[in-house]
């Protein structure tokens, strides 16, 4: 079973990942990973934390040489800013003088800020932003790094493209029409949005506007898996369906707040002829489907289409335009309190919601090959394969 846990605080030394249960013998190609760090960073909308961080992975247990030796791995990445935050966040030593300059008494709507205070009775909310933040997602962008190494020894890959921002949508319609061209048309822009140019145009114009009034905005994107074997997941008991397990894990990324798989919210709409997913042959009399609507999921267990999510972001908490609260501290009425942050941040939550998925695309995998080392699971592979259900021919 593959485990991953964060530590880490936004302003602090930095961010700790440990993750469990992958096997012997895979080589973490770190330049991946940290690509895949650098474009969280990216994104129209986003605000100044992400010109001070150039985030970057180290491995500290695990591996020799870049290979996994089936040991626990931790990794590290490190927070540029904390030298700015030294007698703020420092963990350990006397507190100094000044070291409450960045208390904060308001907490902020949408934020953990009220809700934390109850849970923990943290006077100074600073206590609640740091590790509520969503510095946090670098982590486990990082952690998905890890998992897309081993789904990319097993041929899976995944992307993400912005489907809308501020109400301003892609006309699906208006898409390329290849996975691959998607993908590329996605990457080739700084909001990662696959739709023409004039729509990227009116996006980015709503995104200015919505600065300009010193407001927030939230969004859609799509995230998609390709190549993933059939078979993955289960319908025996609730826990272990997949469709639950990806939604629990897109649902965890701050300020996501609907997940649909497939064409899930479409199901209220339409009669079930025009839902499901007709089963039929291909031209050289294969087991095809002709639409994907599940999004490449039935009963919890993948079924050889492409696994398709879209996550929907709520608009960003901390606004210029703060808006009403209370301080905690002289029980006065006051506005929210407000720290630098971006417009949007939906460009970067595609990258956090692709390394959801891939860590748990990359469980369930271990789940159904076992293995101890690649190897062992990669001739399991080969196995499976054979017998899978999409290879077996018309009258065969
Ligand atoms: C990549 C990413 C960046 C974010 N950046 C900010 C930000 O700059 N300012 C902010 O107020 N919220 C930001 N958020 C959202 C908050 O972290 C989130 O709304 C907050 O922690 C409360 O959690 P909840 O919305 O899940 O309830 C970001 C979320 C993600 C995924």
């Known amino acids: 079973m593959i485990r991953f846990y964060t530590a880490g605080e936004s302003h602090g030394k930095g961010l700790t990942v440990w993750l469990d249960g992958f096997p012997a013998g895979l080589e973490l190609d770190v330049a991946f990973i940290n690509h895949h760090l650098a474009r969280r960073q990216k994104g129209y909308g986003r605000g100044g934390r992400m010109a001070i961080e150039t985030d970057e992975i180290e491995i500290l247990n695990g591996t020799r040489f870049c290979v996994t030796t089936g040991a626990p791995l931790s990794l590290w990445v490190k927070n540029r800013d904390y030298q700015n935050w030294t007698d703020i966040m420092d963990p350990m030593g006397q507190a100094p003088d000044g070291s409450d300059e960045k208390a904060f ?25 740091e590790r509520s933040s969503a510095r946090e997602t670098a982590a486990r962008v990082a952690a998905g790094g890890v998992a897309l190494c081993l789904l990319r020894a097993f041929g899976i890959s995944i992307y993400s493209h912005v489907t809308g921002v501020g109400g301003v949508e892609v006309d699906r319609s208006t898409l390329p029409t290849s996975h691959d061209a998607i993908e590329a048309r996605a990457e080739s822009n700084d909001f990662r949005c696959a739709g023409p140019d004039d729509l990227l145009t009116a996006m980015k114009a709503r995104i200015d506007d919505a600065r300009k009034e010193g407001v927030t905005l939230g969004g859609r994107v799509e995230v998609v898996a390709l190549n993933v074997p059939p078979g993955l997941g289960s319908y025996g008991q609730w826990d272990r369906k ?155």
């Open 105 to 129: 008494h308001r907490p902020r709507p949408g934020h953990a800020d009220l809700a934390g205070h109850f849970k923990y009775g943290h006077q100074d909310l600073r206590n609640v932003l």
């Open 242 to 396: 997949l469709d639950g397990q990806l939604a629990q894990a897109l649902m965890s990324i701050p300020a996501v707040k609907a997940v649909s798989l497939g064409d899930g919210f479409l199901g209220s709409q339409v009669d079930g002829s025009q839902f499901h997913d007709a089963i039929t042959f291909d031209a050289d009399g294969r087991i095809a489907r002709p639409t994907n609507r599940a999004g490449g999921l039935e009963g919890g267990v993948t079924n050889g289409q492409p696994v398709v999510a879209e996550v929907v972001m709520k608009p960003i908490s901390t606004m210029l335009k703060a808006l009403d609260s209370v301080n905690l501290k002289t029980g006065q009425a006051e506005q929210a309190h407000f720290e630098r942050s971006d417009v949007t941040a939906v460009a970067a939550c595609g990258v956090v919601a692709e390394a959801m998925m891939a860590l748990t695309l990359a469980n369930a995998l271990v789940e159904k090959l076992g293995g101890d080392s690649l190897e062992e699971m990669q001739a399991h592979f080969k196995a499976t394969l054979a017998h899978q259900p999409c290879s077996v021919a018309k009258g065969g």
